[in-house]
């Protein structure tokens, strides 16, 4: 079983649609970071959120950190193409010292 | 002025040989881990130094060694490969060894092919 299980695993839709993807655990996290991975190329930071109940902001994005740091979610509005890609979440559980990454949803925006 | 670099970008060898993947940061960070991503995208982690200092082997087979030179660099060498072992394994760095707050900078991979 996935420590942190990313829900959907594949999503396409329309470009100007909008859509959540989430990042769930039954662990408590002291933080928890999204990555977004192209093909070809390694994970590249979007943003870490480390208190419960944080919502952080990233132009069209929108990232929240449940209340009781167990979960997660990315909101984008309105999509666009630039937005297709594997997104990541990763989190660090107090004390082990290791990032664990969820199996990614990998999104496709079409034109 | 790449930030995490690793060589060879591919790598296809067959069964029972021995290979080496390279990494080198010039970020100045502490902290630096070996990642494996298998075919279904999931990411996992196999080791990490901090400050050429072994501090997670994450039940790895011990066909795997990695070795620290000094702190920007982290290369993997790999004995009597396996089918298995084909993935794309990625480096990360970090400037600190705490987790908390201090994200990971990846390479851009090593897509390893084993026949």
């Known amino acids: 079983t996935q420590l942190l299980e990313q829900s959907p695993q594949f999503l396409s839709i329309q470009e100007g649609e909008n859509l959540t993807v989430y990042c769930n655990s039954s662990?408590?996290?002291?933080?928890l970071q999204w990555y977004r991975q192209e093909p070809g190329e390694g994970p590249v930071l979007l943003v870490t959120?480390?208190?419960?109940?944080e919502v952080k902001k990233l132009k069209r994005l929108t990232f929240q950190f449940g209340d009781a740091r167990k979960d997660s979610s990315l909101h984008i509005t309105a999509a666009q193409p630039g937005d297709t890609g594997l997104y990541l979440c990763?989190?660090?559980?107090?004390?082990?010292?290791?990032?664990?990454f969820g199996q990614g949803t990998r999104l496709t925006i079409n034109p | 002025d790449t930030a995490v670099s690793q060589t060879p970008k591919y790598l296809v060898t067959q069964m029972g040989n021995d290979k080496s993947i390279k990494c080198e940061q010039n970020?100045?960070?502490?902290?630096m881990y070996w990642y494996k991503q298998d075919s279904k995208k999931f990411l996992k982690i196999m080791f990490s130094?901090?400050?050429?200092?072994?501090?997670i082997n994450e039940t790895v087979p011990n066909r795997f060694s990695p070795k620290s030179p000094d702190k920007a660099h982290l290369n993997l060498h790999i004995n009597s490969l396996e089918l298995g072992d084909s993935a794309v394994y990625f480096c990360?760095?970090?400037?600190?060894?705490?987790?908390?707050?201090?994200?990971?900078?990846f390479g851009n991979g090593t897509r390893l092919t084993v026949t």
């Open positions: 959120v480390v208190t419960g109940g």
């Open positions: 970020l100045g960070h502490d902290t």
């Open positions: 662990s408590v996290f002291s933080s």
């Open positions: 990763a989190g660090d559980r107090q004390g082990a010292q290791k990032l664990v």
């Open positions: 990360a760095s970090s400037q600190e060894w705490s987790i908390y707050n201090s994200p990971l900078h």
């Open positions: 130094y901090n400050n050429k200092e072994l501090i």
